[in-house]
């Protein structure tokens, strides 16, 4: 069976200091002939050097036609079939190191710690989850365990509660800013607190108490 292509090692080509130019040249001539199955005609001294050439090309022969068989009962069980332009033996990953990266970058990426599902059954939409998912990813703070996503709906459950607003409304509101999370603080536009005592924000509240005690101590004084 011929093969495109053939193995010199560098060692066995020490040979060639112990022959002349003559000798050499026919050396050559002999590796190309007997490699494209012609009849050799050898001198003694180069017959003898090109024994170990010769034993060297008969395990590479071998070598090769187990390859080729292997390969070719591997197609008769159905496997794919091999790429003309990848060596022979050789897989399609195996020939190009990127592949397995790539493979392994889109499982990660794919890979979510994440059951949508157990939020399903608690009464969330799916719609609303998967628009908070991307919105988070959209701002490079992704949601990437149940922790995250539960803590983001605790946070948005406690906001309409406290605006009195349901969670729809809470959800959009979040999506339309560029938050990470969202918290009782941030005034709901055009909305009042569901206690007639809240209807400022806490920090509100606060500044109305610290106006209340300086006007307490001017009045004292």
């Given at each position: 069976?011929?093969?495109?292509?053939?193995?010199?090692?560098?060692?066995?080509?020490?040979?060639?200091?112990?022959?002349?130019?003559?000798?050499?040249?026919?050396?050559?001539?002999?590796?190309?002939?007997?490699?494209?199955?012609?009849?050799?005609?050898?001198?003694?001294?180069?017959?003898?050097?090109?024994?170990q050439f010769k034993n060297q090309f008969d395990r590479d022969i071998k070598k090769y036609q187990n390859i080729c068989e292997r390969n070719k009962n591997n197609g008769l069980k159905g496997g794919r079939p091999r790429n003309p332009k990848n060596p022979v033996g050789f897989s399609e990953t195996q020939n190009n190191p990127k592949n397995l990266k790539n493979k392994n970058n889109s499982k990660n990426k794919n890979n979510s710690n994440?059951?949508?599902?157990?939020?399903?059954?608690?009464?969330?939409?799916?719609?609303?989850?998967?628009?908070?998912?991307?919105?988070?990813?959209?701002?490079?703070?992704?949601?990437?365990?149940?922790?995250?996503?539960?803590?983001?709906?605790?946070?948005?459950?406690?906001?309409?509660?406290?605006?009195?607003?349901?969670?729809?409304?809470?959800?959009?509101?979040?999506?339309?800013?560029?938050?990470?999370?969202?918290?009782?603080?941030?005034?709901?536009?055009?909305?009042?607190?569901?206690?007639?005592?809240?209807?400022?924000?806490?920090?509100?509240?606060?500044?109305?108490?610290?106006?209340?005690?300086?006007?307490?101590?001017?009045?004292?004084?």
């Amino acid at each position: 069976m011929s093969r495109p292509s053939i193995i010199l090692h560098l060692d066995s080509l020490e040979v060639l200091d112990k022959l002349n130019d003559k000798e050499c040249a026919e050396l050559f001539k002999a590796i190309r002939d007997y490699n494209k199955g012609l009849e050799l005609n050898l001198s003694s001294l180069v017959d003898i050097v090109f024994t170990q050439f010769k034993n060297q090309f008969d395990r590479d022969i071998k070598k090769y036609q187990n390859i080729c068989e292997r390969n070719k009962n591997n197609g008769l069980k159905g496997g794919r079939p091999r790429n003309p332009k990848n060596p022979v033996g050789f897989s399609e990953t195996q020939n190009n190191p990127k592949n397995l990266k790539n493979k392994n970058n889109s499982k990660n990426k794919n890979n979510s710690n994440i059951n949508i599902q157990k939020y399903i059954d608690k009464g969330y939409q799916q719609k609303r989850i998967d628009e908070l998912i991307n919105h988070r990813k959209a701002l490079k703070k992704p949601l990437l365990t149940d922790r995250m996503l539960s803590g983001l709906l605790k946070s948005l459950d406690r906001y309409a509660d406290h605006w009195s607003i349901t969670f729809d409304e809470a959800c959009k509101y979040y999506l339309s800013q560029s938050w990470i999370s969202i918290d009782v603080e941030y005034k709901y536009p055009a909305r009042l607190v569901k206690k007639k005592e809240q209807e400022l924000s806490f920090s509100d509240i606060s500044k109305k108490l610290k106006e209340q005690r300086n006007n307490v101590l001017k009045i004292g004084g």
